[in-house]
């Protein structure tokens, strides 16, 4: 029996480290592929997603009546700015994920009343402009995600210069 012992302790080990190598850093695996697949337009611009469609999905699950637009970002040169245009009479969402696909802001149309507004994304330290609302994270990169319901699949056309009032564009950029 104690020539077994050892094997054992030493499988135990091997399995504790793989689970806990797995737990950390699985998260950032699963957002760099979810950067690549929203990124369409390049990081710190926003891309404005087609419907998703059987043959079509850039993450997993999507909703068939959300509009998708995307921005991955990266902070390593400075702060970004997310500026949301809700649409009139349409529940929409701004969700800011970070690298560890953490949830770390969220605001919806009806919680904005309905009226425009600009978040500034940016590290802990980063300088920021004066009198805007700050999002601080611990993570260089990360995707914000804007969710458009629509009615109707077919009214995606009609709505399309409305999505385009939404953008991120970096801090240093802005005048």
Known sequence: MRRWLGPVLFGL???AATAWGAIAYAPYGLMNV????LGQGG???MSYGNLATPERQP????SP???YSSCPYDLSAGPLAIDLAPVPGRYSSLSIFDAATDVIFVRNDVAAGGKPYRIIVARDG???PAGVEVVRTGHDRGIALIRLLLKD???IGGLEAARRE???APVTKLK
Do not use: F, G, K, Y
């Not at 979810?34 to 697949?37: F, G, L, S, Y």
């Not at 993450?59 to 999507?62: A, E, H, N, Y």
């Open 34 to 37: 979810a950067m690549e697949r």
């Open 59 to 62: 993450v997993v699950r999507p």
């Open 43 to 45: 990081v710190n611009t």
């Open 13 to 15: 080990i091997v399995a």
């Open 166 to 168: 939404s953008s991120c």
């Open 65 to 67: 009546d959300l509009a």
């Open 126 to 128: 980063q300088a920021v």
């Open 153 to 155: 699949p077919s009214e």
